[in-house]
Nanobody
Framework: QVEVVESGGGLVQAGGSLRLSCAAS????????MGWYRQAPGKQRELVAA???????KYADSVKGRFTISRDNAKNTVYLQMNALKSEDTAVYYC????????????????WGQGTQVTVPS
């Protein structure tokens, strides 16, 4: 597992865009699958997008075509470009990673960063 610091959240109107960043440390980033997750009030945390070391990506159906995950191994950073935002995207967004793709898909991590709040008013 990596240590992470998320940033880039904010308040944006419906239809707008945000770019989240996640700076990672504590592991060999280039061999780590990274995931973006979100947790809305009263709901469980869910996987939004994941990217493997060789840049294969996976998205939740709810964000396909609107969100793009990418990584910069030189900067140990993973990004989430969010376009066409909707009120239902409002949540705290977290990132995390592991060498195990299954671990990232399950989101079964012992620790999490502080997350970054994304708010899209309805």
């Amino acid at each position: 597992q990596v240590e992470v610091v998320e940033s880039g959240g904010g308040l944006v109107q419906a239809g707008g865009s945000l770019r989240l960043s996640c700076a990672a440390s504590g592991s060999i980033f280039s061999s780590t699958t990274m995931g973006w997750y979100r947790q809305a009030p009263g709901k469980q945390r869910e996987l939004v997008a994941a990217i493997t070391p060789n840049a294969v990506t996976k998205y939740a159906d709810s964000v396909k075509g609107r969100f793009t995950i990418s990584r910069d191994n030189a900067k140990n950073t993973v990004y989430l470009q969010m376009n066409a935002l909707k009120s239902e995207d409002t949540a705290v967004y977290y990132c995390n990673g592991d060498e195990s793709l299954l671990q990232v898909v399950l989101g079964d991590f012992a620790s999490w960063g502080q997350g970054t709040q994304v708010t899209v008013p309805s």
